[in-house]
């Protein structure tokens, strides 16, 4: 079977000998000496001033929300995974949806233009499979209506703009490092900010609201990595070259040997910018075609992702739903192909041949 993706899976004896370590130190969560190393070394690797180690990409969005008190409505993108519009209603918030850039598929700055409010607090962008949103638009009016951005990156590990990794953007970003992730921890996330204001309240908003074992700056919540996901993150982040370099060979062999079919495979040209190929997707010219081709993979035991389906401002407990016509039709064609570090090139051939003889 071939799976839409897949864990890098590092030599088992490495994991085991981080594990040793965890057993002998007997300190298995609490801000421990693996995560404590694993958040230094994120912090050097994407060159940020300030870097909080949390649970998960979900509990950082959360989190960042909280840091930021953002209330009432938050002006966000249809396009991404449920967790960025989730995490919106679930901090007590109301999201609004802008729609995305046709080209892009990020949140196109005009349309947050359109939404801004006196109720507006904030706005939370994705740089929709590791490619950067408008950074300079849309940093332009968060400064021209003074509200704070978000931007989630739970897509763009390593990706770069202008020399910069995707972190450096917007009063909090965040990235996730969950399992199916270019580079994970099991599970995990960060939240990234750049001021020393915001990096106290993250770390108390991580943990319980403490600012000493006996004192609390508000209400927090348990976001804390533990060690067993901190020696994960340790190991990956040795393979690390190994894992961008395999990525980007399996991208390249996808995107060339579909360049003359009729799928869209978002092969845009992007200045300045270097992309760390997560994924693979492809936008039909039909549903109906792209329904068609997932069956003729499924019969060949190949299984894709309709990513990202449904557009979300079309979820069903929203309490404001937004037109975007954009997002509806872009999320009813396009899929992603499998795409994981141990994908084959016979398994990539097996995908490519099924999907030409569907297009």
């Not at 390593?158 to 399992?179: E, M, V």
């Not at 390249?252 to 040209?269: A, I, P």
């Not at 795409?339 to 990539?348: K, R």
Request: proline share 4%; charged share 20%; net charge negative.
């Amino acid at each position: 079977m071939i799976t839409a993706t897949k864990p890098f899976s590092p030599p088992l004896e490495e994991y085991q000998s981080k594990i040793a370590e965890i057993f002998s130190n007997n300190w298995f969560t609490n801000h421990g000496p693996m995560v404590t190393e694993l958040e230094q070394k994120l912090k050097d690797y994407f060159d940020v001033p300030y870097l909080v180690i949390v649970s998960n990409g979900t509990i950082a969005l959360q989190i960042a929300i909280k840091a930021l008190d953002l209330r009432d409505e938050v002006i966000t993108t249809p396009f991404s995974y449920v967790a960025t519009t989730s995490s919106i209603f679930w901090e007590n918030c109301t999201p609004r949806f802008a729609d995305i850039n046709p080209i892009t598929l990020n949140i196109e700055p005009s349309a947050i233009r359109n939404l801004i409010s006196d109720r507006t607090s904030g706005i939370i962008a994705t740089n929709v499979y590791g490619y950067p949103c408008d950074f300079e638009s849309i940093n332009k009016l968060s400064k021209e209506f003074n509200i704070p951005v978000i931007y989630d990156n739970a897509h763009g590990f390593s990706s770069k703009y202008k020399g910069k990794d995707l972190l450096n953007q917007g009063n909090i970003s965040t990235i996730s490092f969950h399992a199916t992730k270019l580079f994970h921890s099991v599970e995990g996330g960060a939240i990234v900010c750049q001021d020393e204001k915001t990096y106290k309240k993250l770390l108390s908003l991580r943990n319980f609201g403490h600012t000493s074992p006996y004192t609390f700056d508000g209400v927090g919540i348990n976001g804390k990595m533990n060690e067993l996901c901190g020696a994960m993150g340790l190991v990956n982040l040795n393979h690390l070259d190994e894992i961008l370099a395999k990525r980007k060979k399996q991208w390249n062999y996808y995107f060339k040997e579909l360049s003359n079919t009729s799928l869209d495979t978002m092969s845009y040209n992007y200045d300045e910018v270097e992309f760390n190929h997560a994924y693979f997707p492809v936008i039909f010219d039909k549903e109906v075609k792209l329904i068609e081709t997932m069956a003729a993979l499924e019969r060949k035991n190949v299984f894709t992702r309709r990513y990202f389906s449904p557009s979300l401002n079309m979820l069903g407990y929203l309490t404001i739903k937004d037109s975007c016509p954009i997002s509806e039709d872009i999320s009813s064609r396009i899929i992603c192909l499998p795409l994981y570090h141990d994908l084959s090139i016979e398994d990539q051939d097996l995908i490519l041949n099924t999907i030409k003889k569907t297009c």
